[in-house]
């Protein structure tokens, strides 16, 4: 009895070897499908003080005075091709002139695109357009669509 159970044993041992062996080769085996390649980071938007801004509710157009300024965006997308955003332009008209103007807020549609290296941090890929578009009322003196390099 005792050889019959020295060999079951032994058979057993083998039978699970086999199975460890197996499973082993089969995890060690590339998988079917290749990985996926994950996205790198999305482009920013670049402020006046020279900072990396992802979906920011407020952007200063005008730097040097402050006189035209994107509020209350809401961003649909932002990815590496582009963003767009609804919010309103707020703008001074500057009458009689622009210390004494008072600012009117316009409906708008921000778009962002041609993303490209920033200078700063040339790892970083940063919007280098905008494009403002008035689908209401506008400034006296813009145009529909107005569109504007982005400084680098």
């Excluded at 708008?108 to 357009?129: C, N």
Aim: charge should be positive; glycine fraction near 6%.
């Amino acid at each position: 009895m005792r050889g019959h159970r020295t060999t079951r044993t032994a058979a057993l041992l083998c039978a699970a070897l086999g199975l460890t062996v197996a499973v082993g080769t089969a995890s060690a085996a590339p998988s079917a499908s290749p990985p996926t390649a994950r996205p790198g980071p999305s482009p920013v938007l670049v402020d006046c003080l020279w900072h990396p801004k992802v979906r920011p509710a407020a952007f200063i157009l005008a730097c040097g005075d402050g006189n035209s300024r994107l509020a209350s965006l809401k961003w649909d997308h932002w990815n590496a091709r582009s963003a767009k955003a609804t919010g309103v332009n707020v703008v001074n008209d500057c009458e009689p002139y622009c210390a004494a103007g008072t600012f009117h807020a316009y409906p708008v549609v921000v778009r962002l695109d041609k993303a490209q290296p920033w200078k700063k941090d040339p790892g970083t890929q940063r919007y280098d357009r905008i494009v403002l578009e008035y689908p209401a009322q506008r400034p006296e003196q813009f145009a529909k669509v107005m569109t504007y390099p982005l400084w680098d």
